[in-house]
């Protein structure tokens, strides 16, 4: 594995498929101005990556063949572990759904080669590494529609009162994303301590016993409500 120099800019190439990680691989190292190695797509394989060179810039392969909606989850935990790397997602399509969750989750970039040339992706790691934003004017336009919404469960008993404070629906929403207590924690600036008593009142008030059965109530009875992103440990 190279040595990444004081002026180059650390690749991580990041997918399951073996064939398409080595390829674009190879042709990033023609870059002069990168530093490449590669990994699979698991969360395991990713640490054990960064583990052994410098990354400044993760490219991740987040396409819908390989349950692109799931795998936001460990571009999530990845941004909580290690926040200083940019993130840039290659997916197949850019619905807004996609835009909104991938930003959400800790994406600095979305590039789709269907959309793009080869070389627009070298500037896009060189803009996201310079600490700026890659996405299209769609996209934007997604994003900044998005932000002022958040998952939420909007939860009333039979007299139109609610049943969660706007704390409470943030922790649901963020468990619904898949995320345990110490990331949830680390997400609203709040201890983990703190988190399993908000999970363990959640459950009291929604008549639920496990996380399983709060996720599936999320997915049930979940809404969007303004965003309300209090920063901890406001409760």
Not at 85 to 112: M, T, W, Y
Not at 131 to 153: D, K, R, Y
């Amino acid at each position: 594995m190279e040595t990444v120099t004081a002026s180059s800019i650390g690749v991580l190439v990041a997918d399951s498929n073996q064939m398409q990680r080595q390829l674009l691989a190879r042709a990033l190292r023609r870059r002069p101005e990168f530093d490449v190695s590669s990994c699979g797509g698991e969360m395991e394989d990713i640490l054990g990556a960064l583990s052994s060179s410098p990354v400044h810039v993760a490219i991740l392969n987040a396409d819908h063949s390989r349950d692109g909606w799931q795998y936001m989850s460990t571009v999530r935990r990845l941004h909580l572990t290690h926040p200083e790397i940019a993130k840039v997602l290659l997916v197949d399509a850019h619905d807004r759904e996609l835009v909104i969750n991938a930003f959400r989750s800790g994406a600095r970039g979305l590039f789709c080669f269907s959309d793009y040339p080869f070389r627009l992706l070298c500037k896009c790691i060189q803009a996201v590494h310079q600490g700026q934003v890659w996405a299209n004017n769609e996209q934007m336009h997604c994003l900044l529609e998005g932000i002022t919404q958040v998952p939420s469960l909007r939860v009333v008993n039979a007299n139109g009162r609610k049943l969660l404070t706007p704390r409470e629906e943030q922790v649901v929403a963020l468990v619904a994303d898949g995320l345990c207590n110490r990331e949830v924690a680390q997400e609203l600036r709040l201890s983990e301590h703190t988190v399993k008593k908000y999970v363990f009142r959640i459950f009291d008030k929604l008549g639920v016993s496990s996380r399983v059965e709060l996720v599936l109530y999320a997915v049930n009875h979940g809404g969007r409500l303004q965003a309300e992103w209090m920063a901890g440990p406001t409760v």
